[in-house]
DNA sequence: ATCATTTATTGACTTTGGTCAACGAAAAGT
DNA sequence: ACTTTTCGTTGACCAAAGTCAATAAATGAT
């Protein structure tokens, strides 16, 4: 917990007032491999922070399952487009690796977010923060071919090589299990 | 201007006195067709509101040029990334249509986002809808095919293709001329 | 109105990724 | 340890988008 809130420092101060308050309504849980976070259909009503574990989204698309993101100790789970808009998932959440995670739910943060400026800033900073890595990976889809997006993740992201097997590496990529296989067989 | 406080009040309220001190900050600009609002390597040290003409926001890739968006009257234009970052811009925004904006410099917003919560919080709506609009186009890429993308934007978007020559649409969907001509030929 | 430039279409061919199937390796369950 | 799935690789073939080039249509400039 004391890593969320060095994350949290790095973006804004915190009083230990708020961090007190904050941390208050972080609730932890914990989650076997395989099980879902969150499910098709269902609203997502909370932030998490993961602690532990390993997590992917994905939705399915014509029979197909389609990965949009894995997230890992020090990122934040959700799926923030629920959350933010309150309507129905389309995704799933699933736990790849046995997960501790802390949870915040949406109604006690937008509690915060009155009692707190800072708060509401780091809402702002949070918000931002994850428009600009989604934005980011739009870029890689809208300018780059498959083998390029392959190995730019594999400077960035050599963690993730390593924890997640290559056909799901392969949906992240927007590709099939066999071109994946091709492009790291040529050389 | 009266839209963009309409537009503020749709996510928030503000007060008279908050929408003042915001206004006083709003600096209009009109740039002829064909100009350039910000260029390659210089910072986007501002957020702009469009009362009328039409932008492309792209960069250079290899000598080719990848739209990644057009602005509208009513959008915001800006290098977003930028903006939060400070770091140089790698895209152009360039002008379609002759046009007439409100500028808001970074750093008045900055005082703002201090002077008033209400500012703030609007910053955080403003951050959490750029996030959805772009997580969509995301999952457009992700999901869809380039025939798909090009039909989900004929029905969303009509006006973008009455306005927008062809080849720019192609780039917006990340594909050649000739391939989304061939699209549209295939009934 | 004419001429020049830019944009859109079409054809022939290439390249790249997808599909289907087979096979071996690795992992999981008993 | 053995069996059963699951996963990764490879081959043959297919489909879709890219490339290059020619031409037609639309747009802009004078």
Known sequence: ????????SKLTKLTDKEWADYADCLVKESYPKKSFLLEEGGA????????EGVFRFYHEVEGEEKITAFFFSGDFVTNYRSFLTG??????????????IYKISKKDLH?????????ERL??????NLY????KRLDAFHSSSPEERYYELVNRNSKLLQEIPQYMIASYLGIKP??????????
């Open 123 to 128: 809402g702002r900073l949070i918000a931002e």
């Open 44 to 51: 997502c009503d909370f932030i998490a922070f993961v602690e």
């Open 87 to 100: 309507g129905p998932s389309e995704h799933y959440i699933q736990v790849l690796q046995d997960a501790t």
């Open 111 to 119: 509690e915060l977010y009155n009692k707190h400026r800072s708060i």
């Open 1 to 8: 917990m004391q890593q969320l809130r060095s994350y949290f």
């Open 132 to 135: 600009l890595m989604v934005a």
């Open 178 to 187: 066999e071109t994946l296989s091709r492009i790291r067989a040529r050389k």
